[in-house]
C-alpha cells in the first residue's frame, strides 16, 4: 500500500532532512503554503480524491470546510504541539486522527531564551545600533549580572523545565507558576512555585512556555502587567495569543518595561490568512489589522527585540519534529496511538 501525503508549511530548513531520509511506501508532495479555506483550491482533484495524511504547522487552518475537501483522509499530523488551528471536532466527526509532536524544541527554545534574556539585560541591540551608527562609546549601556535578578517562568513542562535549569546555573533565584507544579525542578534547581499574581509581582524577568489553548487568550493583558515590577523585563516564545500586546506596549512606553523579547505574536501582519484565523476565534479581522499596527510600532522600538518565530529552529529540533510526525504516522496507520490527540 502506498499511502499518499500532502506536506504544507514546507519550509526551506525541512528540505534536507526530507532529501536524506527515505520514505518507503509514501508518496509526498510539497507545498511551501499553508493550508486553508483559500489555498484548497489550488489542489489538485487527485490530491483532494485519494489523499490519506496530511501534515501541517501552526500557519495552516484546518476547518470543517478544508477537512470536508479531502475525500479519503485519515490521519492530520501537525508538526507541532499546538493544534488549535484544526477543527478536531470535524475530525472526530470523520474517523480522522489527528497527531502532534510533544516535547518539541526544548533544548533550541530554552537556549534561545536565556540569548533573549542576555540581549536584553545587557542591551545588547542598543549596543549594536549605536555601532552601526558609528558610536563606540559603551558607557550608555550599562546592565546586570543575571544572579542578581529574579526569572518568573510561566509553564513548567519540558521547555520551562530547561529554562530552569540553565537559569540556575546563571545563579539566577527562579519563581514559576504552573497548574501541575513539578517536585523535582523545585530540588534540582531550587524553583520556587507561587501563584501567578506572586510569581508577577516578584520576577524581574517573566518568560512564557506554555500552550495556547483558547481558554487562555490574553493571559498577560492590563491586570498582569499592571503588577510588574518597575524595570522589569518580558519574553515570549511560546503563543502570541496569550499576550495582550496594546497594554504590553503601553507598558514600555510609560517606562515601566525596560525590555520586550517576542519571537510569536498573533498577528504578524495584516494577511489573508492571519485575518482567516482571527474570525476562526471570533476575533474581528479588524482588530487583528490593529494587532498588526502594534506589532509595527513595537518593532521600531529599540530596546523590543522581535524574531519571526525561530526559537526552536535548530536543525536538531526540526529533525526531532519530523522524525516524531513520521513515527506516529506509521504507528497511527498500524492502528496505534503514538501522540494521538484524538
Do not use: W
Not at 470535524?90 to 526544548?106: D, H, P
Not at 519563581?175 to 523545585?186: C, F, G, I, Q
Not at 506596549?249 to 519571537?263: F, I, M, Q, S, Y
Amino acid at each position: 500500500m502506498t499511502v499518499k501525503m500532502l506536506v504544507f508549511d514546507y519550509r526551506e530548513t525541512e528540505h534536507k532532512y526530507f532529501k536524506n531520509n527515505n520514505f518507503e511506501n509514501f508518496d509526498i508532495k510539497f507545498f511551501d503554503f499553508s493550508l486553508n479555506e483559500e489555498t484548497v483550491k489550488k489542489l489538485e482533484n487527485d490530491d483532494l480524491e485519494h489523499t490519506y495524511v496530511i501534515s501541517v504547522f501552526i500557519n495552516s487552518l484546518l476547518t470543517q470546510n478544508v477537512l470536508d475537501k479531502f475525500k479519503n483522509l485519515r490521519i492530520v499530523a501537525t508538526r507541532s504541539t499546538g493544534h488549535d488551528n484544526i477543527n478536531t471536532k470535524a475530525c472526530m466527526n470523520r474517523n480522522i486522527s489527528v497527531v502532534n509532536v510533544q516535547k518539541y524544541g526544548e533544548t533550541a527554545v530554552a537556549e534561545f531564551t536565556m540569548g533573549l534574556i542576555i540581549s536584553l539585560v545587557r542591551k545588547l541591540p542598543q549596543g549594536f545600533l549605536s555601532v552601526r551608527e558609528g558610536n563606540f562609546e559603551g558607557k550608555s549601556f550599562v546592565g546586570r549580572d543575571l544572579k542578581a535578578l529574579t526569572l518568573g517562568i510561566v509553564g513548567t513542562g519540558a521547555i520551562g523545565a530547561s529554562v530552569c535549569k540553565l537559569a540556575n546555573a546563571f545563579g539566577m533565584k527562579i519563581l514559576a507558576y504552573d497548574l501541575t507544579p513539578r517536585v523535582e525542578l523545585t530540588e534540582k534547581y531550587g524553583v520556587k512555585y507561587t501563584t501567578l499574581e506572586a510569581m508577577i509581582m516578584n520576577s524581574d524577568i517573566i518568560t512564557l512556555h506554555l500552550p495556547y489553548t483558547g481558554d487562555n487568550y490574553h493571559m498577560f493583558s492590563k491586570h498582569q502587567f499592571d503588577l510588574m515590577k518597575k524595570n522589569s523585563y518580558f519574553i515570549n516564545v511560546s503563543r502570541g495569543e496569550l499576550v495582550d500586546n496594546l497594554h504590553l506596549k503601553e507598558n514600555l512606553e510609560n517606562g515601566k518595561l525596560l525590555g520586550v523579547a517576542l519571537d510569536v505574536v498573533a498577528c504578524e501582519s495584516p494577511c489573508d490568512a492571519c485575518i482567516k484565523m482571527a474570525k476562526n476565534l471570533e476575533i474581528s479581522s479588524l482588530e487583528c489589522l490593529r494587532e498588526s499596527e502594534i506589532i509595527k510600532e513595537l518593532i521600531s522600538m529599540p530596546n523590543v527585540i522581535i524574531t519571526p518565530h525561530m526559537a526552536y529552529e535548530s536543525q536538531d529540533a526540526i529533525d526531532y519534529i519530523l522524525d516524531t510526525t513520521f513515527d506516529s504516522i506509521k504507528d497511527c496507520i498500524n492502528g496505534g496511538n503514538k501522540n494521538r490527540i484524538i
